[in-house]
């Protein structure tokens, strides 16, 4: 397994071989290395993306782990690659770049053992295109258009003839397409979308109607999320989203609390994929709060958590547990708290502030040692 961790001051891949064992850095770059995808047959190499500086200009590389070589495979200024997706063969990649003007992403296919074998596939106006998938008999490509985060478009792209097959009609109104990936038998894909629908959720396009669907799931039996408000210690108002258990669970639910990296980030109502178990089967409620520091509220309210600042944000989940516990379907005495980042940062500080208001705290990824970071990343404590 390649995982990104940071290695000194900048991010670096490494290997991991086995559950338990001990991280081994493969790059050494200046530049920061995050992403890589293995060659899916074999694995004896991987691809990875690489800029200058912070240029954006990303470019592929290829590294051999037999002989730990690192070969470019694109090449150019002021020229941006996308990510390489393989095909299901393992013997081609599909990827976007700029290279034709500086500007439109046109779609690309090579085979990494053979740079030379680069080539169009076809040419696209604007900036907003990506390969998502290949057929299980790579015949085909399945390619998308973003246009804005309320609007996005779907294609099939045929690879010997260069034929583009529209999937979703552009004269049906507004519509995101997100996360396309072809069923196992290549005759439709799932994917993530809000079309005909105020949220985010699961679909599936048959090709021969070309009708969507949900892939199984009931939407009826999907929470729709609450949003809730609360005053803070200081009267400030907050908010988020609640999402409450089915009616078969009765009494009062259990609360998961599940705070926002950032902190500059923001709980929005999305379709929360496998978190849904906790819900529907489980009839635990899950709330998203967005506390003082959260963005889309506002130049003030995103700077209110700066500094010596920052523990009122932790206050303001302390109100959030005054408010849980005037719920009548609540159940105050088992709560849980919960975040990635800056959320598992919030998490460890609910734990130590609000211990005996909480049943247990789960950390991903926070911070935890403040003196081991302001030592290892100075570059970047002043976001602390």
């Not at 200009?57 to 020229?79: C, E, N, P, V």
């Not at 439109?104 to 053979?114: E, F, G, H, V």
């Not at 200081?234 to 989203?241: M, N, Q, T, V, W």
């Amino acid at each position: 397994m390649i995982i990104t961790t940071r290695a000194e001051n900048t991010a670096q891949l490494h290997m991991l071989e086995s559950p338990g064992g001990s991280l081994q850095q493969i790059t050494k770059e200046i530049e920061p290395v995050r992403n890589a995808a293995f060659e899916p047959t074999n694995g004896n190499y991987f691809l990875f993306l690489k800029d200058t500086g912070g240029d954006e200009f990303t470019h592929i590389y290829k590294y051999d782990l037999t002989d730990k070589s690192i070969d470019a495979l694109t090449q150019g200024q002021r020229i941006q690659n996308g990510f390489p997706v393989w095909s299901n063969r393992g013997d081609l990649i599909a990827y976007t770049s700029t290279r034709r003007n500086g500007a439109d992403r046109d779609i690309y296919i090579m085979n990494p053992n053979d740079p030379s074998t680069d080539r169009l596939l076809i040419e696209r106006k604007g900036g907003g295109w990506g390969v998502r998938d290949w057929s299980p008999d790579d015949k085909y490509l399945l390619i998308s258009e973003f246009v804005s985060r309320i609007e996005s478009h779907y294609y099939l792209l045929q690879i010997e003839s260069g034929v583009l097959i529209e999937l979703t009609d552009k004269h049906k109104g507004e519509a995101y397409f997100s996360q396309g990936e072809f069923d196992a038998n290549g005759t439709g894909i799932f994917f993530i979308t809000d079309l005909n629908s105020d949220f985010k959720r699961v679909a599936y396009m048959d090709f021969g109607t070309k009708e969507g669907g949900m892939g199984g799931l009931v939407p009826e039996e999907l929470s729709v999320p609450e949003l809730i408000k609360w005053n803070s210690f200081d009267g400030l108002e907050i908010s988020g989203f609640c999402y409450k258990p089915p009616a078969k669970f009765t009494g009062k639910r259990p609360v998961i609390i599940n705070i926002h990296g950032g902190p500059e980030g923001q709980s929005r109502h999305n379709f929360i994929g496998s978190s849904n178990y906790y819900i529907n089967e489980l009839g635990i409620a899950i709330i998203y709060p967005n506390v003082r520091g959260s963005t889309g509220y506002g130049k003030n309210f995103l700077e209110l958590d700066n500094g010596k600042n920052r523990e009122n944000s932790v206050k303001d989940i302390g109100a959030l547990l005054d408010w849980i516990a005037l719920q009548p379907d609540l159940d105050a005495e088992r709560v849980m708290v919960t975040g990635g980042s800056y959320g598992g940062y919030m998490s460890l500080a609910v734990s130590v502030h609000y211990t005996d208001r909480i049943r247990c705290a789960v950390d991903v990824v926070g911070i935890s040692n403040f003196q081991h970071i302001s030592e290892k990343i100075r570059s970047r404590t002043e976001l602390i």
